[in-house]
């Protein structure tokens, strides 16, 4: 077994504690690749921003679970090189069994996500506590899910939202003892989160999604007061980086994200981590696209992996400071 604190990294307790105490959110970048974690890591070093590397099970899969390990290992003394060594966390997003759970847990994962959401309600229960049990042996910390997010990203997708109900939080979060929750409160995967008809426009002519049920958001906190909540599917679809993707031969249609005035309101609640990762993707895929289309003769995949590395790093120092106000919290 591996133990993620050999691997310099730390669980997501502490970095909860003083961000629902600081008002601010930390951010959660998937990753599959070299030049995805290179950006991740610079971005949050240059900003001095605390990072939860997520991995999901198709990332896994893709990369190798023996990489992922080391490559955690190696984000961790990047860091250092670069001059600032800042939390790193290693989370496992959207677990689905808890035999995945429990690979990763020795395997170095230092916080694990068990979604049982899509199952009823006891069995989200029964699953999460399952998973908890394990993990809390080894001081992991886990988070679970209350409400389904709709859209497609990686292996997880739903054709429609169920928001979180507040009047079941209490009891889960007794019966299954998670350290984090994430909610179900308008958010979805993927870079079509909402269709042009739930949107307005406003007086440039740009599609304004609804807003984000902060309602709910606000009761569960009166319900658990200081508990930890997360949100996923929390990209924004970048217009700017959705119009290289399209104008470099590109068609993305209706991709609608998240305003990000509604995500720095919701990292000054009891959201404390929120999940970001089709944004990086389309960052990846604009400078790529561009790259390809200005020079088609060239064939070394460092000349286009590397302006989207610097793309992607951009965008998450951005986000660190203007969004989820994670910078200089390290």
């Known amino acids: 077994m591996t133990k993620y604190k050999d691997l310099g990294l730390v669980n997501t307790k502490e970095l909860f504690k003083k961000a629902m105490k600081g008002g601010y959110a930390i951010p959660a970048y998937n990753f599959n690749n070299m030049e995805q974690l290179q950006a991740i890591i610079q971005a949050c070093v240059e900003t001095k921003s605390p990072v939860i590397l997520q991995v999901s099970s198709g990332a896994r899969k893709y990369a190798n679970k023996t990489l992922l390990r080391y490559m955690a290992q190696g984000a961790v003394e990047f860091a250092k090189e670069l001059g600032y060594p800042i939390p790193v966390a290693l989370h496992l997003d959207h677990g689905d069994t808890f035999e995945l759970c429990k690979d990763c847990i020795e395997n170095g994962f230092s916080s694990v996500m068990i979604d049982g959401s899509h199952h009823k309600y006891e069995e989200n229960i029964a699953l999460t506590k399952k998973v908890v049990d394990y993990a809390h042996q080894h001081d992991v910390t886990v988070e679970g899910e209350l409400g389904v997010l709709a859209g497609v990203e990686d292996d997880v997708q739903a054709e429609t939202s169920n928001y ?18 994430a909610i179900s409160i308008g958010t979805s995967h993927g870079a079509n989160k909402f269709k042009p008809e739930q949107c307005t426009r406003n007086a440039d002519g740009v599609l304004v999604p609804p807003m984000l049920r902060f309602d709910i958001l606000e009761e569960i906190e009166k319900r658990i007061p200081g508990f930890p909540i997360v949100l996923h599917g929390s990209s924004s679809v970048p217009m700017d980086k959705v119009k290289i993707i399209n104008e470099n031969g590109g068609a993305l249609k209706d991709a609608i994200g998240i305003p990000e005035d509604q995500l720095r309101k919701a990292a000054k609640s009891a959201v404390c981590k929120i999940n970001i990762d089709s944004d990086g993707r389309l960052a990846m895929t604009a400078a790529i696209r561009k790259y390809f289309k200005e020079k088609p003769s060239e064939f070394d995949p460092r000349k ?14 951005h986000k660190n400071v203007n969004v989820l106000g994670s910078a200089n919290q390290a």
């Open 164 to 181: 979180t109900k507040p009047e079941e939080v209490e009891d889960f979060l007794s019966k299954t003892g998670v350290d984090s929750l």
């Open 304 to 317: 286009y992996l590397g302006p989207a590395r610097d793309m992607l790093k951009e965008l998450y120092k």
